[in-house]
């Protein structure tokens, strides 16, 4: 198989130089995450942690839990892999707990065999291929500190997930399953009754780059949209405008609607997502 042409390491080397001398900021940026001190709301600003995306998510999620006087939230990664992902939202939780005084629980959804077998042009076979990604769940499981990993295809592990009556009120969703099939069935974790759900659920998903909204996980968000009258996934509109750092992350970030959810129209005051 051709793999692709990549920066060779001395034109890798010209392009972080040209891009620190460029764009400043980028590599303050650097800088401070190796070193990250500063409250979490100034660093949450400012882009300071490995997962941006997920710092944002949890953070507000857990503030308007706050504003509704919901005392405990849950916070779900689909698709962890090695883990990377699921050890640094379960750091970013901390933090928000901490903040904010509301219980976060972390929850991580993976087969434990890498991809599935894929099914059609929706997964995504010119990208993606049956089995990769795969990890050893008890590996993962030994990186967590305070996170679940609930081991399974998403097909079976979510519909028993929410079948459990004593889970606490959905605050954040990460979707990072690269598939359609795995995506549709994922975000069967919005079926629920109301007091499992926030009124509106942040969501971030992580494969909308690149690509297009016929295929994998925006196909999957478009046909959930189509088919649910009173609930919408819809991204933030004009997010990217209001933070300093322009992430690609920006353009995953959504929020799931649940407009009949009983709290919808609770005044929460503005949020403000830029932190600026
Ligand atoms: C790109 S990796 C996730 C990377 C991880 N989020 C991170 O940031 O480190 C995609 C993962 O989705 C999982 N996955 C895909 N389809 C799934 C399904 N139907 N059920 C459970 N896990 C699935 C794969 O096992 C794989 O580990």
Known sequence: MKTAIYRAPHEEFQYRLLACLM???????????RLPIGSFRLRLTFDIFPRPHYA?????????????GVPRISVIE????GGNGLVALEKIA?????????????????????????RDYRDLPYKWQTGEFAYE???VRKRLKRATLIVGDVNETVPKWCAEP????????????DLYHSTVN????????????LPRVYTYLDDVIFTSRYLGELLAVREWNAAHAHAKIDAITALACSRFFQHRWLAGM?????????RYNDHTGFLDHSGM
């Open 23 to 33: 764009r400043p900021s980028l590599a303050l940026r650097q800088l401070w995450l």
């Open 56 to 68: 944002y998510g949890v953070f507000h999620a857990a503030e308007e839990a706050r504003m509704l």
């Open 78 to 81: 689909f698709g962890v892999a």
């Open 94 to 118: 901390e933090e928000v707990e901490k903040l904010t005084g509301v219980a976060i629980q972390v929850f991580g959804f993976d087969t434990g065999r890498g991809l599935p077998p894929l």
């Open 137 to 139: 769940a008890e590996g």
């Open 166 to 177: 004593s889970r606490v009120p959905l605050g954040f969703v990460a979707i990072d399953v």
């Open 186 to 197: 994922a975000l069967r974790i919005f079926e629920r009754e109301p007091e499992y759900l």
């Open 254 to 262: 959504f929020i799931a609607h649940f407009f009949e959810h009983p």
